[in-house]
């Protein structure tokens, strides 16, 4: 599976910006997709993940209320819209992909689960 990170650039704070994230192969629905992010000088942390089916999407408690993960299995590609945003959501956006994962909150939100990532798309929030 290869991802292609997009949609990443320069916001003011309280602005909206749309990231995709488009994966190859034909069993998309198979994967666990998610959003993580890495700050200048910090580790990569989790930002959201969704589902296969899409049913079911989890947050950090950093994003949530202000971002939503979505997908479209058909177009093999997953969303991340991002509302309200902060300076502090500065960030590298890495989509990557986990085959099988079984949806547990410890398995989901740890990037050691995740078998396949995008290059990475720099998003930056001025104040």
């Known amino acids: 599976v290869q991802l292609q990170a997009s949609g990443g650039g320069l916001v003011q704070a309280g602005g909206s910006m749309r990231l995709s994230c488009a994966a190859s192969?034909?069993?998309?629905?198979?994967?666990?997709m998610g959003w993580f992010r890495q700050a200048p000088g910090k580790e990569r942390e989790f930002a959201a993940t969704?589902?296969?089916?899409?049913?079911?999407?989890h947050y950090a408690d950093s994003v949530k209320g202000r971002f939503t993960i979505s997908r479209d299995n058909a177009r093999n590609t997953v969303y991340l819209q991002m509302n309200s945003l902060r300076p502090e959501d500065t960030a590298v956006y890495y989509c990557?992909?986990?085959?099988?994962?079984?949806?547990?909150?410890?398995?989901?939100?740890?990037?050691?689960?995740?078998?396949?990532w995008g290059q990475g798309t720099l998003v930056t929030v001025s104040s």
């Open positions: 192969g034909r069993t998309f629905s198979s994967y666990v």
């Open positions: 990557a992909a986990a085959f099988n994962l079984w949806w547990t909150h410890y398995n989901i939100i740890r990037p050691a689960n995740y078998d396949y």
């Open positions: 969704i589902s296969g089916s899409g049913v079911s999407t």
